[in-house]
Antibody
Framework: QITLKESGPTLVKPTQTLTLTCTFS??????????VGWIRQPPGKALEWLAL???????YFSPSLKSRLSITKDTSKNQVVLTMANMDPVDTATYYC????????????WGQGTLVTVSS | DIQMTQSPSTLSASVGDRVTITCRAS??????LAWYQQKPGKVPNVLIY???TLEDGVPSRFSGSGSGTEFTLTISSLQPDDFATYYC?????????FGQGTKVEIK
């Protein structure tokens, strides 16, 4: 059974760096073909794909946010960490992590999401 | 980037109606498309992948079709549990992108 859970601050100040952790179970990021992605959703708005990391450490980012994003994995802890620099109130959103694989590619399992508010 | 455009943005329908949502890609994505359902305050849930393959456990009233740049999600007979927002997402090349969503409301 695959599960994912996001954790991190619920409130950050403008210009600060956001660090979110996705802790998962039911799969390993050392397994060939496995990936974990991040998606966000501002209140009342659409989903936005942010970043993806694969078992082989290949990483992909949204071009509009690439300069602000970093994604890393810790296979021993079953965690993926997303950092987003220079946070702005427009970055207020629910942030989700999700599982995918190179056999399916789409996001087949999602975390519950964590709401991050950017405000001074 | 490949842009995904859904129509309509909002759809009002009654229980039992046949409902069709369209998703258009700005360039060909073959059949690398997924559809998700999201209910208010809930996590998105995949319904269909590879444009027309039903995810395990999804009711057969949901179906998907299309390839290239035009895709449709059809609900053959709308049920009370289906009132939600639906998103398409391509995974043809990076960056992946979502459509802006289609909200299915009660008429």
């Amino acid at each position: 059974q695959i599960t994912l859970k996001e954790s991190g601050p619920t409130l950050v100040k403008p210009t600060q760096t956001l660090t979110l952790t996705c802790t998962f179970s039911g799969f390993s990021l050392s397994m060939s073909g496995v990936g974990v992605g991040w998606i966000r959703q501002p209140p009342g708005k659409a989903l936005e794909w942010l970043a993806l990391i694969y078992w082989n450490d290949n990483k992909y980012f949204s071009p509009s946010l690439k300069s602000r994003l970093s994604i890393t994995k810790d296979t021993s802890k079953n965690q993926v960490v997303l950092t987003m620099a220079n946070m702005d109130p427009v970055d207020t959103a629910t942030y989700y992590c999700a599982h995918n694989s190179v056999t399916s590619y789409y996001f087949d399992h999602w975390g519950q999401g964590t709401l991050v508010t950017v405000s001074s | 980037d490949i842009q995904m455009t859904q129509s309509p943005s909002t759809l009002s329908a009654s229980v039992g109606d046949r409902v069709t949502i369209t998703c258009r890609a700005s360039q060909s994505i073959s059949n690398w498309l997924a559809w998700y359902q999201q209910k208010p305050g809930k996590v998105p849930n995949v319904l269909i992948y590879k444009a027309s393959t039903l995810e395990d456990g999804v009711p057969s009233r949901f179906s998907g079709s299309g390839s290239g740049t035009e895709f449709t999600l059809t609900i053959s007979s709308l049920q009370p549990d289906d009132f939600a927002t639906y998103y398409c997402q391509h995974y043809y090349s990076y960056p992946w992108t979502f459509g802006q969503g289609t909200k299915v409301e009660i008429k």
